[in-house]
């Protein structure tokens, strides 16, 4: 601008051509950030038809309740407790033998509806288009059958599903300009909690009903108001006689809306796929569907939600009854996966099950009890027997065929319905453990792959496999590179197991006593040193010390021993003669980390050992 009105007529010769050239440079910049571009997701492209979403057919309905983290071995340990419970499953099979095939929702629920198992050898989505186009996948089986296909994941899990047309009919194309209060409402609350002060954040997060995005959805009340307009009774809109706090949450919104809702129109068959919150956290719901304060720490707040869900589905079976669509409803309740956020562990008593006492193997707890789901399922026209339990050694991925053939649609060659896997003959499954990295990113952390075969709850049925990285982390590494381990760095492909999600503040914590690093390096002759900024989790008069064993391909480089709870830089030597071959593979040992819960400290059961926020790895 200076110059402009220094030099206004050498400005006003060149202005126009200026002008022209800068347009030429946005113009190009446009196009090659077009072209970098990547593919828009799916889920972004569509939105959900609900409209029909408690509507059955009068002939045949299939319907998948998946209660998210539902833990098998708990569902055994409140039947035998309170047997009232197992009368609710009458006519069905549990499948206590049961394995997912990962830990987590985000690649689980792929598994479940394709049968198909990501790998990390290609981004997500692109597996995911692939998975639900595939001869294995149900949605896809079943549209191709004349069936009316409805998938209703839980809010926020919408890319664990590819969207088309061909894979499900409550799927239609986002109309240009639309826009959900909701959703603003959740913009709002996400920059508010970056920018509030911590003592703020919890009323802004509230126990992920977020604040302003609670008060822009719909509440029950208003919804009753306009169900009231239109004619309806209005002393139905809360048929339950449940709490406000209640109605706020997810899973209660359903069971309410099932019992006022639920009709049969017309004789197309139909699926439907319901995602519920299950016991993912908050733990804040009881066996009366009342909301409470629950301790994380206490496997009795498991139990207590874990029974609420059960309630949940009775109503929901009760309400099929009174349709009179009971006995030609196919019917699945199970869990996504086991748990991998609480430490309750899992227990067998009651169950036959006798661990082998003098094993030296031992599988760390949360990984088995995270690959451990509820299953049960009731047939087409099942006699009104009481609960079946089938040690069948079942995996989550034959879900795919064991609807089909429960239809009467013959399934693939290469699978099994659960009905058929034999139980007394051995089968090899296989299981995936990974850390959570978010939903945004292409790959996963890497996976350690498990083959199970025996009992699914018994550590000697488990054989680890070894570790599949993501594709993206082939590259070698370049030394003197700095590694960013917040939520805007690179840090994904580097890390292994025992990392948690990247965080905002640009730090990333181990969440268990192991973690890993693994590199690929194109020289493996000389000396390195590894520097690492970085800050210890330390509670004064309860934890003042972390030790970390810095283990480098097997062979221990450094211990640390860490007092100080500041942010400081570390500098580790690692000698040629650690290296062999050109991977680099690097776990932090930290026998000392602590989950804050067992320090009685909130309700946060990560192992919490150190958290990082760069990481350079340079030649000596």
């Not at 692109?126 to 998975?131: E, G, N, Y």
């Not at 997060?205 to 239109?230: C, G, H, I, V």
């Not at 309806?232 to 109605?247: T, V, Y």
């Not at 017309?266 to 699926?271: A, D, L, Q, R, Y």
Request: aromatic letters at 12%.
């Amino acid at each position: 601008i200076a110059l402009a009105l220094w030099k206004s007529k050498f400005v006003y010769k060149i202005a126009r051509t200026a002008a022209y050239g800068f347009i030429v440079i946005q113009l190009a910049s446009l196009f090659m950030a077009y072209n970098r571009m990547p593919e828009i997701p799916s889920f972004k492209k569509y939105t959900i038809d609900e409209l029909a979403k408690y509507s059955f057919s009068s002939k045949t309905n299939a319907v998948i309740i998946l209660l998210d983290t539902y833990q098998t071995d708990l569902f055994q340990e409140i039947i035998t407790e309170e047997p009232q419970y197992k009368e609710i499953f009458n006519g069905f099979t549990y499948f206590r033998n049961s394995l997912s095939v990962f830990p987590k929702t985000y690649a689980s629920v792929p598994s479940i509806l394709t049968g198909c198992a990501y790998d990390n050898s290609v981004p997500m989505q692109d597996f995911l288009k692939k998975a639900y186009h595939s001869e294995t996948s149900l949605p896809a089986i079943l549209k191709r059958n004349g069936f009316r296909v409805e998938l209703y994941p839980y809010p926020h899990t919408e890319n664990t599903i590819y969207f088309d047309e061909s894979i499900a009919s409550n799927f239609k194309k986002i109309e240009t300009g639309v826009f959900s209060f909701e959703d603003l409402g959740f913009l709002v609350d996400i920059s508010l909690f970056r920018q509030v002060p911590h003592f703020l954040k919890p009323f802004i997060y509230n126990e992920q009903e977020w604040l302003f995005k609670r008060l822009f959805t719909p509440t029950f009340a208003a919804n009753d108001s306009k169900a009231q307009k239109e004619g309806n009774n209005s002393q139905n809109q809360n048929p339950l006689n449940l709490s406000k706090k209640a109605m706020q949450l997810y899973d209660i919104r359903f069971i309410r809306d099932v019992v006022n809702k639920l009709t049969v129109d017309g004789v197309t068959p139909v699926f439907k796929y319901y995602h519920l919150n299950g016991l993912h956290r908050p733990l804040v719901l009881d066996e009366k569907l009342e909301v409470r304060q629950m301790s994380y720490s206490k496997r009795s707040s498991f139990k207590s939600q874990g029974k609420a869900c059960l309630e949940i589905v009775r109503l929901f079976i009760n309400q099929l009854k009174s349709a009179g669509q009971f006995d030609n409803t196919a019917i699945i309740v199970m869990g996504d996966h086991g748990s991998a956020d609480y430490p309750y562990g899992v227990i067998l008593g009651n169950t036959g099950l006798i661990p082998d006492e003098t094993q030296d193997k031992k599988i760390p707890l949360h990984i088995k009890a995270s690959g451990l789901p509820l299953v049960l399922i009731k047939p087409l026209h099942a006699q009104d027997e009481e609960l079946k339990i089938s040690d069948a050694p079942i995996s989550l991925k034959d879900m795919s065929a064991t609807v089909v053939s429960l239809l009467g649609i013959v399934p693939p060659a290469s699978t099994i319905s659960m009905f058929n896997v034999p139980v007394d003959q051995p089968r090899e499954r296989k299981f995936f453990y990974y850390n959570w990295s978010g939903w945004g990113n292409d790959f996963l952390y890497s996976m350690r792959e498990y083959i199970v075969n025996g009992h699914s709850w018994l550590d000697k049925s488990w054989t680890e496999a070894g570790t599949i990285r993501a594709a993206n982390t082939k590259t070698p590494y370049k030394p003197g590179t700095k590694i960013n381990f917040g939520r805007d760095g690179d840090s994904v492909r580097y890390l292994g197991i025992g990392w948690h999600g990247a965080g905002k503040d640009g730090f990333t914590w181990t969440r268990e006593k192991k973690a890993e690093l693994f590199f690929v390096l194109s020289d493996v002759k000389r000396d390195y040193i590894l520097k690492m900024v970085l800050k210890p989790y330390l509670v004064p008069g309860k934890l003042n010390e972390q030790v970390v064993n810095v283990m480098v391909n097997g062979k221990l480089a450094e211990t640390l021993k860490l007092t100080d709870p500041e942010v400081r830089e570390y500098s580790i030597k690692i000698p040629a003669s650690f290296l062999t071959g050109n991977d680099l593979s690097i776990i932090f040992d930290i026998p000392t980390a602590t989950a804050p819960t067992d320090l009685g400290i909130g309700n946060d059961v990560r192992n919490l050992g150190i958290s990082v926020k760069t990481v350079i790895l340079d030649e000596m």
